[in-house]
T-cell receptor, first 116, second 115 residues
Framework: DTAVSQTPKYLVTQMGNDKSIKCEQN?????MYWYKQDSKKFLKIMFSYNNKELIINETVPNRFSPKSPDKAHLNLHINSLELGDSAVYFC???????????????FGPGTRLLVL | AQTVTQSQPEMSVQEAETVTLSCTYD???????LFWYKQPPSRQMILVIR??????QNATENRFSVNFQKAAKSFSLKISDSQLGDAAMYFC????????????FGKGTHLIIQP
């Protein structure tokens, strides 16, 4: 019973291609996130989304776009891939509300993207 | 903007000993949440412990405990009776809560367990 799942786990592609990473959560959470972990292991928020609003980190290029077909899914689309996009991308989810139990984010297993 | 600082890029401890990982943060908010996540070589992000800023009592989860000093903006993680399976990257994270701004992470501490 995977709580937050991502596909694929590994993605190798050429520069200039367009790719998508899928994320699904079965926790009944209302907020989902995408994070990027660079080669130095630094984690940075890219997007957060609930059914009301999308918050985009200002440093994220507009080649990246999240798409949510429903509350349980938040997919990440990347256009015109560049070498610098190589990283591990994590999806996470949480339930907004009072208390750390609700605000805790649970992470997917990550997708390692390599752009050649 | 909030920042999280982990000043120890790497720590080493003997198996069965106790180790403390440091974390400081900067915020102007009074209500927030703090977390420690563990990332083993499998790269899965695993929640270790969480703390609400409005709670004065330090959180504890089995061998893991925190020393939360709100005035000093410090949130250190103590691991007692270290085990080989504790070897991982440990990330301290801040969350303002209520909104959807995402976690702000420190740069991580690589914990090595010596058998």
């Amino acid at each position: 019973d995977t709580a937050v799942s991502q596909t694929p786990k590994y993605l190798v592609t050429q520069m200039g291609n367009d790719k998508s990473i899928k994320c699904e959560q079965n926790l009944g959470h209302d907020t989902m996130y995408w994070y990027k972990q660079d080669s130095k292991k630094f984690l940075k928020i890219m997007f957060s989304y609930n059914n009301k609003e999308l918050i985009i980190n200002e440093t994220v290029p507009n080649r990246f776009s999240p798409k949510s077909p429903d509350k349980a899914h938040l997919n990440l689309h990347i256009n015109s891939l560049e070498l610098g996009d190589s990283a591990v991308y994590f999806c996470a989810s949480s339930l907004q509300g009072q208390g750390a139990l609700r605000e805790t984010q649970y992470f997917g297993p990550g997708t390692r993207l390599l752009v050649l | 903007a909030q920042t999280v600082t982990q000043s120890q890029p790497e720590m080493s401890v003997q198996e069965a000993e106790t180790v403390t990982l440091s974390c400081t943060y900067d915020t102007s908010e009074s209500d927030y949440y703090l977390f420690w996540y563990k990332q083993p070589p499998s790269r899965q992000m695993i929640l270790v412990i969480r703390q609400e800023a409005y709670k004065q009592q330090n959180a504890t989860e089995n061998r893991f405990s925190v020393n939360f000093q709100k005035a000093a903006k410090s949130f250190s993680l103590k691991i007692s009776d270290s085990q080989l399976g504790d070897a991982a990257m440990y990330f301290c994270a801040y969350f303002s809560g209520g909104g959807a701004d995402g976690l702000t992470f420190g740069k991580g501490t690589h914990l090595i367990i010596q058998p």
